[in-house]
Every structure is written in structure tokens, then in C-alpha cells.
């Protein structure tokens, strides 16, 4: 497997680099961002996995994200993927909540998605090896975090692998797309009717079908557009609450959608993790 | 003067805001990013203004500078102007270091500049009103800071209003645009081929022709592309050096001409300023 490096640049003592490679899960190239902190030469580094949300690519949060500075006095590997396969060749959709920068982390099964929009196994199975293989990453200590539609990936792929992700966090995550608009879109647009296989993409539904995460930290700002329809963070809290697991739910006064918001916390959650890992 | 709000957002307990005027100046719209950091009822707080450089609007360090942490701690209002007048009847030129996003800090005199191409107006007199109408600034307390261009604005707006700016500090900035292409063609262009008006707008020459500056800090990136030809900072160097100025000029091994370099130092430049104000 080839990796093309598309950037590197010397960042707070690190190496905030921009790569490309060939999927065999979309069949696209699909680029990424990967910040490597100082550190020994041999050393092997824990691991952040962040998954964006919709409309972004790798570049939102490498730009307005403002987690360097904390990976690099934590020593803290950061990835940041796309959200889905690219290009003239892939189906797409006018909506922006559909098709490409909507990839929602799960494998489609309906045409014309389901040969290329396999976001789930390109982030839990192929992307890794990538990274093992080309980064000193420590797949021992590994946390995974999101905003958003990437909140909800962080939380439903970190819930299925809890041996492999030692902490879960996400900003203004959607912890149930079962149950708002955005995900019953997609859901639906991407795996069909069968409320039976949306289960796994909704993380108060795997709970409820008894997933577990050592750790669970989830941060939503209370001025934030989408909290009532879409987000709805007391679903989670009350489903953590029925399955004994401890989250800590910090409401954010104030705070709305953006990277604005993000970027106030992003240290205090990079610390967060670090302390698990 | 009406100023519009186009956006505001909570972020590190303060507000990013954007903000539209007309501008008599320029004769167009004019934007513009103010951070009010957290602050008491009825405070008047110390003001940082940062210039951008070549092809930037107010949003590239908005985005990418990593100033409101360090804001909100120390108490710093963060001003972040547009570099040109822009618009479909303003006079442009295709190439990327001449016309919109390239004013160079001077009120140009030739045709068709000269109507509208006034940001050294604009930034010395015009917005520091507005500023001072609509923000809770201190305006016996400010400094100024900026990016490659910017730089070279803020040397020599800082260098010819010393009573105002008790501090100066860039990233690799144009030290002498009179001894560089970028400069050159910038100058010719705007103001005409007379050596004497160029003076007022090259840091090194001000400084020969008796300009100070009470505290001047320059970092500088041993990787910039542009570092041998354009950003020359071994010239502003001697020309401190000549003039009993105290110049601190970190040169930063490896580092580029990005906000990746930028947001690396950021923090730093703003305790600098913070300690003078």
C-alpha cells in the first residue's frame, strides 16, 4: 500500500501532515490528516482518532481544531479522516446531509451506495492498518472521539470496540439517529427499512443491546441549532443512566455548533483521554 | 456609523465576532474579526491588532491562529482586519501579491489605486474609531502585531506611531519591501517610482530615517520558502542593530511561512505584548 504524503508541515514541535492512498474499501483515494507529536526516535505513541462531521473533510478540524498544542505536550498521535468517498465517479446527492461529506460511518447496503460508501470498515478496519503501518502508533492505547455526525461514528464504532478504544468522547454528538431527522435520512437512504440493522449505528440502541465503554465524556453546547431535533444528548444520558454507564455530559452554556465551540474544550478532552491512555 | 454583527460566536468564554462597515476610505464594505475576551462590566481592555498577509481576509488567522486561548487569559482584545478594499468595483489585477488581497498597508497614489487602495488610512485612523466606539478597547493600550505582509504593515504602522503601539511583533515579515520583489512591484504599483514616498513604508528605511519603536520581536522560519528572496529579517537585524533598537529575532528551525508556524508561536507573541501593555 502506497501512502502519498500531499503535505507536511512543522507544527508546535510536531509533524502535522496530509496523506493520500487508494481505498479498497470506497475505491477511491481517500486523504487524511495526521498530527505526530515530539517524541523519541523508537517510541510508540498513543492514539486519537477524530471523526468529523458533516460537510467536512480531513482539513476542518487540521485547520480550526486547535489540538496540537495539547498532542504535542501530551504526546498524543491525532487522525483526522474524511467523512466519505470523493469524486466524479462516486454517487452523490444535492442534500447536504446525503451522499459525500455524509457518510454517516456506516457500510451501505443499498445501490447506488453500497459499493463505495463502506465508511464503518474503512475506519474500523482499514484505515488502522494504514496508520500502524506507516506512523509510531501504539494500537494498545487507542481513544476515539467526534463532533456531530463524527460524534455519533465515535460513538457507535468506539461502543462496539470497547477493547480496542480506551475512551470515548464527541462534541454535540448525535447519540441516536434512530430517532432525529438527520439519521433517519441516512439511515434509511443508506441500509434500507430493517430497523433491526440500524441498530448498530445508533449508540443508545447498542447500549440498550448491551455495548459498553470504559470511558464516556460528551460535551454540547446549549445554544447550539441542532441540540432539540437532532442531537438530543438526554437520550444518551438516559440510557448510560439505565446501563450503569458513567458519562459525564457537560452542557455548555452558550456555546453553538461550530469549531468555536470545539476548539474552547478541545485541550480539556485531549487531556482527558491522555489520562486514560 | 452603523456597524453590521455578520456573526458571533462564544468561544474561550469571549466572543468572535465579524463586523461590516461602510468605509470612507476605501469607499466599500469593509470586514473585520474582533475577540472580546471574558472581562468585567465597564473594562477597558488592551488591544491587539493583527494585519495578515498576501491573498488573506480577516478569517485565515480567524481560523487558523490560535490566539483566543491566550486571549481569554490575558485579557487581550484580538483585531484581525481585511488586507484590501474588495468588490466587483474595485480595481484588481490577476496576479496574487498585487490589488484585492494584497493593499500592502499604504494609501496608493497612482490611477486606478488611489481612490479606494487607503488601508494605511484605514488602519491608522479610520477603524481604530470604529474600534473605539464599539468595543470596550483601551486606547492607551495597544500593540500590533502581523503575518509576511502584514508584518511589514505592522512594523511600519507600529514604527510610525510609536505613542500609540507600545509593541511590535511579526511572523516573518517583508522587512523591506524596497529591497524585494514582493515590495517592488507593490510600491511601483500603487505609489509610483519616487524613492522618497517608499521610505515611510519600509521597515529598515524608517528606522535609518530615525523610527523607533519601544519593543520589536520577529520569528522567523529557517524552512519559509519565501526567506531568502522576500523576508530578508537579517536586514531589519542590521538596521536595529545601527539604531540601538532591541530587536528579539527567534529564528525557528524548520519551521514554514504557514499558520501551522504561526499558531506554534502565537501564544507566545501575545504574553510579549501582554507584559508591555
Redesign the interface.
Known amino acids: 500500500m502506497t501512502l502519498e504524503t500531499l503535505s507536511a508541515?512543522?507544527?508546535?514541535?510536531g509533524v502535522?501532515g496530509v496523506y493520500r492512498h487508494k481505498s479498497a474499501q470506497t475505491k477511491t483515494d481517500m486523504t487524511f490528516a495526521v498530527f505526530v507529536p515530539p517524541h523519541d526516535p523508537g517510541a510508540k505513541l498513543p492514539v486519537i482518532w477524530y471523526l468529523s462531521g458533516l460537510t467536512c473533510t480531513h482539513a476542518n478540524v487540521m485547520?480550526?481544531g486547535?489540538y496540537?498544542?495539547a498532542c504535542a505536550k501530551l504526546g498524543l498521535i491525532f487522525i483526522a479522516p474524511d467523512t466519505s468517498p470523493r469524486g466524479n465517479d462516486v454517487p452523490d446527492d444535492d442534500a447536504y446531509d446525503f451522499g459525500q461529506g455524509a457518510g454517516f460511518y456506516v457500510d451501505a447496503l443499498r445501490h447506488p451506495w453500497a459499493a463505495q460508501y463502506r465508511m464503518r470498515s474503512y475506519i474500523e478496519d482499514e484505515l488502522p492498518e494504514i496508520i500502524a503501518a506507516h506512523f509510531p502508533a501504539d494500537r494498545s492505547r487507542q481513544a476515539i472521539m467526534g463532533h456531530s455526525m463524527g460524534g455519533h461514528g465515535a460513538l457507535t464504532i468506539g461502543m462496539r470496540n470497547p477493547d480496542r478504544y480506551k475512551s470515548i468522547s464527541a462534541f454535540s454528538p448525535i447519540v441516536s439517529p434512530i430517532q432525529c431527522p438527520w439519521g433517519q435520512k441516512a439511515l434509511t437512504g443508506y441500509l434500507g427499512d430493517d430497523p433491526a440493522i440500524w441498530r448498530q449505528y445508533d449508540a443508545c440502541a447498542l447500549i440498550k443491546d448491551g455495548a459498553r465503554t470504559p470511558a464516556l465524556l460528551v460535551d454540547q453546547?446549549t445554544?447550539d441549532n441542532f441540540l432539540h431535533d437532532q442531537l438530543q444528548p438526554a437520550l444518551l444520558d438516559a440510557a448510560c443512566r439505565d446501563a450503569g454507564i458513567d458519562l459525564t455530559l457537560n452542557m455548555r452554556d452558550?456555546?453553538?455548533h461550530?469549531?468555536?465551540?470545539i476548539?474552547?474544550f478541545m485541550?480539556e478532552h485531549l487531556r482527558w483521554h491522555a489520562a486514560r491512555l
Open positions: 508541515n512543522l507544527s508546535f514541535g502535522q485547520e480550526k486547535e496540537r498544542r453546547g445554544a452558550g456555546y453553538d461550530s469549531y468555536f465551540f476548539s474552547t485541550a
